[in-house]
């Protein structure tokens, strides 16, 4: 604490230095201002005077001159006088402002208030310590003041101690004085009895006396005997009373030497608490000395590391602000080489887009050729055979009975009972009676899709009236046939192509009859077309004025259906006569484009109802009638040379031996697919057409393929006219289902031997 006092003096000391200092600075401060406004006033001071000059100037003036020169000079002097007046004005109300404001923005002001400030700070640090230290004098003086009493205490009841003891023995001396002197009488009384008695009778009524006296006098004596022992007892008692004194004396010795150590400890006590408080304060002091040095050389450290971290910190500064001056530079690097990045970037995904354009085009070749290669496995040339259910037109009887029986194991095979006799035929396939019209288009499915991707079909119903030729293409209303299903199955795969590519669709419907082709969606359907050779030198043809629809919808092809139909049923008098007599034709081109890689693909399928295959009997037939007949002869003969020159994939086709094949050679040429829907009748009265049928159907189908049919000779295809001739029955041994142990394991040298005999007779 005292440490701490000292140098909380010193501390006011300096700071009273400082204060001083201060005070001084101010004083030299207020000096200057002093002076300066003693400099301004003398200033002012000799103003006045020059001005007091000036007018003692004009009034000597006024007194040597009194004329108009000298109130010239006067008047000049006044404007003087004025000025002067002026600025000494100006002057003074400086000097005022100056004394107003003392230096307003002088440092050392600001400097002293923080001085001052500073100062009262430590005086009231300093006053605060003194009313510590003054609070421990106090706490002192009440300490000392306890003891100080404590003492007197003790030295009262020592007094008071002594004082009883001292009257105690005083009293007990009493006491021994009295009994002494008690002891001392009755020898007295006793000699002079002696003495009386010696002095015998004579005295012996003196004795008598005396006895008397000295009865009295024994009786005073017991009665001083009891005094004596009263005193005796008394003693006792104060003998007993100082016993009691006395061991209470030693009680209060006790007690004092009880107190005085007390005394003593408390003291002690005292000392010690206060030596503790003076340690505890040393030691807070050191702790605090401590903390402080502490702090300081956690400062010392902190500006240490500071250092460094500040040198880092400019570093950095100096860094970024290069970074700053260098970013533009760099932005414009990064962007260049982000800019090459991506142009580079873009050409990878385009030469990735290119191999995969090349990929895709190259798989959708594959894909092409795979489904190509599926269709020509199974055969170009397809031939399917159906048969249609005994109907109410059939009649009832032996006559409707039916005749044709199926294979259970094999649904390529059908039987034929002609004149009791079975005839088996073996087809593509066979569709019996109760097959109904979306099972023969599931079949025929196939060669509709390929014709989306750029093939060629045609799909042909065969058969003598009544067969269900028309059934099968084109169906009822409530069942629709092929043509209809078609269509909207092209519609649909276009539709769900319509992502990458884009499809038209456009319908034709033509008829030909007595060899002449007509318009069924023309203006004017009498009129007759020609077929003709494009002119582009591509070896195609076409048909100049054949009406073509754009279709789009199911129920576009359903108007122009109708509207064909209302042409046919308009031009013709007897619909179903002249249908079974000519051809009718329905050709859908299906023209895509590729978005993506620019591929055009033009696809045709022909859709064909051809004529009665019945033959007409010689002697029946006559006129227009004949003409008919050997018109429908001549092109389903035709027909037939040309799927059989195809199939046996001869040098020569003879596509121009009809209207039919003429028309339809590019469709039936190269990779095209043909479908020979052979229609037959059940009933029995039919039978011999229905052999026919099966037979022309047996012979399409049976020429073989490959490199041996190459070779094969070019025999002609037995026409109608041919097969008028022969007698069912004669015909029938060429049937392939009799001779040949199984249709599969035929060889191309035996069906060519068959072929033969075929042309031989
Ligand atoms: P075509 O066209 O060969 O002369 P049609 O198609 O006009 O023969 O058929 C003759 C009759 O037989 C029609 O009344 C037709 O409805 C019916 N018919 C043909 N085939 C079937 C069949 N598969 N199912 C039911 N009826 C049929
Ligand atoms: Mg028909």
């Not at 001083?20 to 000096?31: M, Y």
């Not at 002057?91 to 009262?120: K, T």
């Not at 989306?452 to 009236?465: E, H, K, L, P, R």
Request: include cysteine; hydrophobic fraction near 35%.
């Amino acid at each position: 604490v005292m440490a701490s006092m000292a140098h909380l003096q010193k501390e006011k000391l300096r700071l009273q230095e400082e204060l001083l200092e201060l005070q001084e600075k101010l004083a030299a401060q207020e000096n200057n201002e002093l002076s300066l406004s003693l400099q301004l006033q003398g200033q002012v001071e000799t103003l006045k005077e020059k001005l007091l000059e000036q007018a003692q100037e004009i009034s000597r003036l006024r007194s040597e001159l009194g004329g108009t020169d000298a109130e010239k000079h006067r008047d000049l002097l006044a404007a003087e006088n004025e000025r002067l007046r002026q600025e000494m004005k100006a002057l003074e109300g400086e000097l005022q402002r100056q004394q107003q404001a003392p230096c307003r923005d002088c440092p050392h002001l600001q400097e002293n208030a923080e001085l001052q400030e500073q100062l009262s700070q430590l005086q009231r640090e300093a006053e605060e310590t003194r009313a510590r230290l003054v609070e421990l004098d106090l706490e002192v003086q009440q300490k000392t003041n306890r003891l100080a009493e404590v003492e007197l205490r003790l030295k009262d009841s020592l007094a008071e101690r002594a004082e009883e003891e001292e009257r105690l023995s005083r009293r007990l001396r009493d006491s021994q004085e009295t009994i002494a002197s008690l002891k001392s009488q009755p020898q007295q009384i006793k000699y002079i009895i002696k003495t009386v008695e010696v002095e015998s009778a004579k005295v012996k009524q003196a004795l008598c006396e005396t006895q008397s006296r000295n009865q009295y006098l024994q009786e005073q004596v017991g009665m001083q005997k009891q005094v004596l022992k009263e005193m005796e007892q008394q003693l006792q008692s104060s003998q007993k009373t100082e016993a009691q004194l006395r061991a209470q004396i030693m009680m209060y010795e006790a007690e004092l030497e009880r107190a005085h150590g007390q005394m003593l400890e408390e003291m002690q006590a005292m000392e010690d608490e206060k030596n503790h408080a003076i340690e505890e304060a040393f030691s807070r002091a050191q702790v605090e000395m401590k903390a402080v040095h502490e702090n300081l050389a956690g400062v010392r450290t902190n500006l240490l590391t500071l250092q460094p971290a500040l040198r880092t910190l400019t570093h950095d500064y100096n860094s970024l602000k290069r970074q700053v001056r260098d970013f533009p530079l760099l932005l414009q690097e990064t962007l260049r080489s982000a800019r090459a990045e991506i142009s580079q970037a873009i050409e990878e995904v385009q030469s990735t887009n290119r191999e995969l354009l090349r990929k895709y085009r190259r798989e959708l070749q594959l894909r092409k050729k795979c489904h190509n290669e599926l269709v020509r496995l199974k055969g170009n040339i397809r031939v399917f055979g159906r048969v249609r259910p005994i109907t109410k037109e059939d009649g009832e009887g032996p006559e409707a009975a039916n005749a044709v029986t199926f294979d259970a194991d094999d649904d390529a095979v059908l039987h034929l009972l002609h004149k009791g006799k079975q005839v088996s035929f073996e087809l593509d396939k066979v569709f019996p009676p109760q097959a109904s019209q979306e099972e023969v288009f599931q079949e025929v499915q196939a060669l509709v899709t390929s014709c989306i991707d750029g093939y060629n079909v045609c799909i042909f119903a065969y058969g003598q009236t009544g067969a269900g030729k028309t059934y099968t293409m084109e169906g009822t209303a409530a069942n629709p046939g092929i043509n209809q299903r078609a269509l909207q199955l092209l519609f649909s795969e276009v539709r769900g192509k319509a992502a990458d590519w884009d499809y038209t669709i456009t319908v034709s419907a033509a008829e030909i009859y007595n060899e002449a082709l007509r318009d069924l969606l023309g203006k004017e359907p009498q009129e007759k077309l020609e077929i003709k050779l494009c002119p582009d030198g591509s070896g195609q043809l076409y048909v100049p004025g054949l009406t073509e629809f754009r279709v789009q919808s199911v129920e576009d092809i359903n108007k122009v259906f109708e509207f064909g139909h209302i042409k046919r049923v308009t031009e013709c008098t007897n619909l179903n006569e002249h249908s079974s007599r000519s051809h009718a034709l329905l050709i859908v081109t299906v023209r895509g484009l590729d978005r993506s890689t620019g591929l055009r693909t033009t696809g045709k399928l022909n859709l064909v109802d051809l004529a009665g295959s019945e033959r007409v009997g010689r002697s029946g037939a006559e006129g227009s009638r004949l003409r008919e007949a050997q018109h429908i002869n001549k092109s389903l003969s035709a027909l037939g040379d040309v799927i059989y020159a195809l199939r046996s994939r001869q040098g020569h086709v003879p596509f121009r031996n009809s209207k039919l094949t003429y028309l339809l050679q590019d469709s039936l040429s190269g990779d095209s697919k043909t479908l020979m829907m052979v229609q037959v009748s059940p009933a029995e009265k039919n039978t011999s057409e229905t052999l026919c049928s099966l037979k022309f159907a047996e012979r399409v189908r049976s020429v073989e393929l490959g490199p041996v049919s190459r070779k094969a000779e070019l025999g002609s295809w037995p026409s109608q006219e041919h097969l008028e001739g022969d007698s069912p029955g004669s015909s029938a041994p060429a049937g392939r289902g009799h001779a040949s142990p199984s249709p599969g394991q035929l060889s191309s040298r035996s069906a060519s031997i068959r072929r033969k005999l075929h042309t031989s007779g």
